[in-house]
């Protein structure tokens, strides 16, 4: 598949049913949970690493990030300094950036919002971030539990933030169909007037609701 046909294929499907097709956990921290209502994020991870509390690598990162990336933030601790704001967010939209996702906090939440640009964050706070320590663009970084390299494919909607390694993505997708295909019959069962505990144990255990 093309870059465009898989990015095609990620927007139909929802998060909960990309996490639930993949080999392994793939979903980032709860706590990571999207600012503007409604916005929906898929693309390619720009990856940044940032001291605490210091947020000059995403100036870099805005900077370098290719339209439709999605830039992924790791600022190595709590959410108490912003490491992301309206300027990233306008500087990115103008670019074409597909959207932001950090463990961090973001601030001028109202002016994010208003412009509609998807960002997803752990938390909110005013306090600002300091300049000049370089933190790292187009690297590793682990997210919670989950390992993040570059180029792979982020998704995120209302249930939170997966992400698909991308030597992988064939056969998540693959899969995501085959479960969407079931989801589909098991709602045509309940219709017809199956009882859902009998529809779900026919189901065996695989992780579903």
């Known amino acids: 598949m093309t870059q465009q046909e898989i990015l095609h294929a990620l927007k139909e499907l929802p998060t909960a049913t990309l996490s639930e097709a993949t080999a392994r956990p793939s979903d980032l921290p709860p706590s990571v949970h999207r600012v503007v209502p409604g916005a929906r994020i898929v693309g390619p991870a720009f990856t940044v690493r940032c001291p605490l509390g210091d947020n000059t690598a995403v100036t870099r990162a805005v900077d370098q990030a290719q339209p439709g990336d999605v830039i992924v933030i790791d600022c190595g601790g709590p959410p108490r300094t912003a490491m992301w704001g309206e300027t990233a967010t306008f500087a990115s939209q103008i ?20 412009s509609g640009f998807p960002v997803f964050s ?31 494919f982020v998704c995120g909607d209302a249930d939170g933030v997966v992400v698909i390694p991308a ?23 309940i219709k017809a007037g199956t009882p859902l505990a009998e529809i779900l144990a026919a189901s065996g255990n695989r992780r579903q609701s």
């Open 167 to 189: 030597n992988e993505i064939d056969a998540v997708l693959k899969e995501a169909d085959r479960l969407r295909a079931d989801e589909q019959s098991r709602n045509d069962r």
């Open 122 to 152: 752990a938390g909110l706070s005013l306090r600002g971030s300091t300049k000049g320590q370089p933190g790292e663009t187009n690297i590793d970084i682990v997210i919670g539990d989950i390992a993040i390299q570059p180029g792979d």
């Open 95 to 114: 670019k074409g950036v597909a959207g932001c996702v950090t463990n961090g906090a973001v601030r001028d939440i109202d002016a994010i919002v208003a």
